[in-house]
């Protein structure tokens, strides 16, 4: 399970982020200004179609996240293409979104938010 805040709540939580091939985005690959990236996060919350807690997602269709997600990087917000339950995990989220063309080269950082709760920040390397 995810972090959790002192209400018991799930606090959203970027676990890796993944180029479109699912290779890590990392200094030896750094991510691309306007590239759609993928994060895994944790304590995104319900999903449309639920799955019981503990339980994986299923790997036959792909659950959107009941609550809004948003990501911002550098403090800009940007576009989410997607955001569902990982097929086959539990209590973990795929998160598409792209990086704006202007991001510029260096670290960037990424902070993803489900129903108003944000997660602490990740830097990225951006080429």
């Known amino acids: 399970m995810g972090r959790q805040n002192h ?3 799930s606090v959203p939580q970027i676990t890796e982020a993944f180029h479109g091939d699912f290779a890590p985005v990392s200094g030896a690959k750094p991510a691309k200004a306007g590239e759609v990236l993928i994060v895994k996060a944790t304590g995104l919350g ?3 179609r639920g799955v019981d807690p503990g339980q994986p997602f299923p790997t036959d269709v792909l659950l959107q996240v009941n609550s809004p997600v948003a ?3 550098n403090g800009q917000a940007v576009e989410v293409v997607n955001s569902v339950g990982w097929p086959g995990m539990v209590d973990t989220y795929r ?3 792209r990086l704006p063309d202007d ?4 670290m960037a950082s990424i902070q993803l938010s489900a ?3 944000v ?3 990740m830097n990225i390397p951006v080429q």
């Open 71 to 73: 990501v911002t990087v």
């Open 119 to 121: 997660a602490s920040p």
């Open 46 to 48: 319900p999903t449309a």
């Open 95 to 97: 998160v598409d979104f």
């Open 115 to 117: 129903a108003w709760v």
């Open 7 to 9: 209400r018991g709540l």
């Open 103 to 106: 991001t510029t080269a260096g």
